[in-house]
Every structure is written in structure tokens, then in C-alpha cells.
């Protein structure tokens, strides 16, 4: 019977790393066989370290010394990577950022861009970022061909420095970007907001604002406001406000169609020496035809919006005229008109009635005000322009005021938060009269800050009459 050499004790097998139990030849875990393991050294030789020959006289390298200790007590290192020239595996030395390439020679530039090594070509190739323009781009060198430019590239940042063109649109995010035809910022891709998301316009005699207010992700709201002269050379001052019908198709462009065809009508029809009180109920029909157009529009022109079909669209309208002392409401739906007197003591007015479901029950005596509003039917209308409209009755009434006051012309989304004539007053900015832009941003600011559930727009005009001593005419139509 043979006697194996006894291995010294191995903390584990080589083979799978697992402690072997003492005296087992072979690991009992991969069968490994502990035999075949060499056994160690009794001693341990200390190996000479082999020392660099000493550098010519003149080109010694000087070693830095240690800096101070960190606050973590670390030492700095000794050496550092860039204190040492080094050479690479030809015996060449290494060029540094300040080093002139050694094939090369000192006066030779290196090169200005970033370039790709390890190519075939043994010179340095500049990278190519569009390379779906070149040939032997992409496919040749087996980069990806990127789908737009780099913005390292200098090319990019020499386009990003340059000034917008006069009259381009700056990015509201980054102030220096270009934004293109689909509303991004050509620099960080910013989308930009919709030129109607917000809307301001003043004219000598009347502002109006528009907002998207807080919750809505579109203005569906629009408006017009513009002046003009009677036959006799006297102004005439104009104001229009829709509403979209969020629940019909495109409400957005059914309030831009009508606010701008009914502010086309009367500025057609009041030089020409219409009635004021006809000009706007005329007005209001036109501006139903153009609602109901884009109802008759050709199935092409709405492939991209699979919705489109599915009702006409739709929207309200109020509007005020000033002209010859008089003052001209009309309206279909439920945007409204206040009367704010320039003396607050005085009585305030709504000037217009709504068109829907609480006005009804209100007049036909089955609720009172309070009720019916509080009722969640409240606002739905019976009363729009818009091609499935059941009768288009435009509501149109003239009041001759005998004191100076301001006409608030608003959509839903400004008196759901100031709801009565008093409410509204109350939140007219006391120099309204005379700064009629001011005070229709804080009235939709006012709307905002009650929560903003709806899109915001008012029309302010400042009415302004001579003293006629007491009592007022009011004709209503």
C-alpha cells in the first residue's frame, strides 16, 4: 500500500474555492484533486527589486514632495500621472496637451477637432456627425449616423450664437433659441406656448384679455375689438367675445371664426350709417354663417382630427357697440355684459340674459336665482351659433346711460367668480376707466386666483358722457 506525500493544509480548493476537509485528497464539492496542488515553499526568498538606471546627468527627474494633509487626513499622492513623462510602446515619448506630437515635429498643429483612432487610416480622422450625407460615412465606419446635429460640434454652437433674425420668435425657456413652424425651440426643444393661450389688445377707447385660465389645456375663448366713424365723423368703438363650446368640435375655431366675422360686419355696416342695434343683429348673423362653414367643410380638410365628425362646432357670443351716445349689447349663450358706473354709489347693471338652463327656470318662476345657479344644470346653454343651433334668435337691447361708467364684457369664466353686478363692481380696479388694459389683466388675474376652471376673457370699454342733467333713457329691443 502506497503512502501519499502529505500537502500541506489548504484554506480552500482551487477548483471551486470551497474549504476542503482535512486530510481528503480530493475536494468533495468538484472532485479536485488536492494532490496535484504543489506544495509551498518552506521559505520565502525576498525578490531584489529591479532599479532603473540612473538618468543622464541634466535630465533627472525631480520627484515632487508630498503636499499637506486633507481634512481627511489623506495624504496627497506622491506622484501623480502628469508629473512623469512617459513614452509609449515603441519608446516614443507621450504628447501631452502642451506636448508637440513627436512625428510630427514641434511645428506641427494638432488637430483642431475631435478625431476617431484605431481606423485603417493611420492618420487622425475628424469625426463626421451627419454621416448619412457622406457616402463613406455611416456604413464605412460603422458609426451610428446620428438624426441630427451635434450640438458639440462647432458648426452647431457657431448656429446657436447667432443673433434670432429680426421679427423670429425667441424661445420663451432659453432666450436664445430660434422656434421653429411647429412651436419648439430649435436650441433646447422647448415647446412654446400657443399664441393663444394668452391674448392682450388696447386701443384708445377699449382692452380686452384673454387667458387659458388653469385647468383647460386649450383657449377656447376668442375676441375682436376695433373702432371705427359714423357717418357724421364720430367714433364708434367695438368689442366682440366667444366662447367655444367645449363639448362640440373644434370650439377653438368656431370663437376666432365668429368674434372676427361679426367685428368684419359691423365695421362694414356702421361707416356705411347702419343702426347700431341693426349693425350688431346683423352682426350676430354673420357670424353664425361662419360658425356653421366649418361644419360644411370637406371630409379631407378633417382626416387629422378623427373627432371632427362626430358634431358641428359650436360657440356663444356677446358683444357691446358705443357709438352716438348709445351703448348696443347682443348676444347668444351665456356670455355676459355689466354696466359699472364710474360713481360706485351708484347701482350697477347686468346688461344681458343668459341663454340656459338656470335663466329658464328663473323666468318661468320654478326657482329663484340662488337656486338655479347652485343647480348643476346651471350652465348648460340653449342658446349658440353653430350648425345643429335649433333657431338662432340674436338678443340685441340699446341703453343711452346718463353718467360715465365702464362695460364689462365678459365670457363664463370670468362671472363664475363675480357672478352678481355687485360682485363684478367689486372686483373692477377702482382707475378702470382710465386704464382699461390694467384692469382687465386683474380681472383675469381675479379669475385665476379663484381657481381658473375655465378660459378667461373680458372686454373693458370706458364710456364717457356729457352731463345731462338727472334720469337716463333706456330702450330695450
Known amino acids: 500500500m502506497s503512502q501519499s506525500h502529505q500537502q500541506p493544509a489548504l484554506s480552500k480548493c482551487p477548483g471551486c474555492e470551497e474549504p476542503p476537509v482535512a486530510g481528503d485528497l480530493f475536494c468533495g464539492a468538484c472532485g479536485y484533486d488536492l494532490s496535484a496542488v504543489p506544495a509551498r515553499p518552506d521559505d520565502r526568498p525576498t525578490m531584489a527589486i529591479t532599479v532603473p538606471p540612473a538618468a543622464p546627468a541634466g535630465e533627472a527627474v525631480r520627484w515632487p514632495t508630498a503636499e499637506e494633509t486633507d481634512s481627511s487626513d489623506v495624504p496627497a499622492p ?81 448656429a446657436l450664437a447667432a443673433a434670432p433674425a429680426p421679427g423670429a420668435k425667441v424661445c420663451v425657456a432659453c432666450r436664445s433659441g430660434r422656434v421653429d413652424a411647429d412651436g419648439y425651440c430649435e436650441n433646447c426643444g422647448h415647446a412654446q406656448p400657443r399664441e393663444r393661450d394668452h391674448m392682450e389688445q388696447e386701443l384708445d ?25 359714423l357717418p357724421d365723423g364720430s367714433p364708434a368703438v367695438v368689442a366682440i367675445v366667444c366662447d367655444g363650446v367645449s363639448s362640440a368640435s373644434r370650439p377653438d375655431e368656431a370663437s376666432a371664426a365668429a368674434a372676427s366675422a361679426a367685428n368684419e360686419a359691423l365695421l362694414e355696416s356702421l361707416p356705411r350709417g347702419a343702426h347700431p342695434q341693426q349693425a350688431m343683429h346683423e352682426a350676430i348673423v354673420a357670424a353664425s354663417e361662419a360658425v356653421n362653414a366649418l361644419a360644411r367643410e370637406p371630409a379631407g380638410a378633417r382626416e387629422h382630427d378623427a373627432h371632427r365628425h362626430q358634431n358641428a362646432p359650436a360657440c356663444t357670443l356677446v358683444g357691446a357697440i358705443m357709438a352716438g351716445g348709445l351703448l348696443i349689447v347682443g348676444w347668444v349663450g351665456d356670455s355676459r355684459v355689466y354696466w359699472v358706473p364710474e360713481d360706485r354709489t351708484q347701482p350697477t347693471a347686468r346688461l344681458t340674459e343668459d341663454d340656459s338652463w338656470a335663466a329658464q327656470m328663473v323666468a318661468a318662476g320654478l326657482m329663484n336665482e340662488a337656486e338655479a345657479y347652485a343647480d348643476e344644470r346651471a350652465h348648460a346653454i340653449t342658446g349658440w351659433l353653430g350648425a345643429d343651433a335649433y333657431e338662432l334668435e340674436p338678443h340685441t337691447a340699446a341703453f343711452k346711460p346718463d353718467r360715465p361708467g365702464l362695460v364689462v364684457v365678459c365670457t363664463d369664466g370670468l362671472w363664475n367668480y363675480a357672478e352678481s353686478a355687485e360682485e363684478m363692481a367689486a372686483a373692477v380696479p377702482a382707475d378702470a376707466r382710465e386704464q382699461p388694459l390694467h384692469a382687465a389683466r386683474a380681472l383675469v388675474g381675479h379669475a385665476l386666483d379663484g381657481g381658473g376652471h375655465d378660459n378667461v376673457t373680458v372686454a373693458l370699454l370706458p364710456f364717457a358722457v356729457r352731463p345731462q342733467g338727472a334720469g337716463s333713457a333706456c330702450d330695450t329691443v
Do not use: Y
Open 205 to 229: 377707447a377699449v382692452a380686452a384679455v384673454s387667458d387659458r385660465g388653469l385647468r383647460h389645456h386649450r383657449n377656447e375663448d376668442s375676441f375682436a375689438v376695433s373702432s371705427t366713424a
Open 78 to 158: 506622491v506622484v501623480r500621472p502628469a508629473d512623469v513623462p512617459g513614452t509609449d510602446s515603441g519608446g516614443r515619448p507621450l504628447t501631452g496637451p502642451d506636448t508637440p506630437d513627436a512625428e510630427s515635429g514641434p511645428d506641427a498643429a494638432s488637430p483642431s477637432g475631435p478625431v476617431r483612432t484605431g481606423g485603417p487610416d493611420s492618420a487622425a480622422a475628424r469625426v463626421r456627425h451627419d454621416d448619412r450625407a457622406d457616402p463613406g460615412g455611416a456604413e464605412a465606419s460603422g458609426d451610428f449616423a446620428l438624426a441630427a446635429p451635434d450640438p458639440r460640434a462647432p458648426e452647431h454652437a457657431a
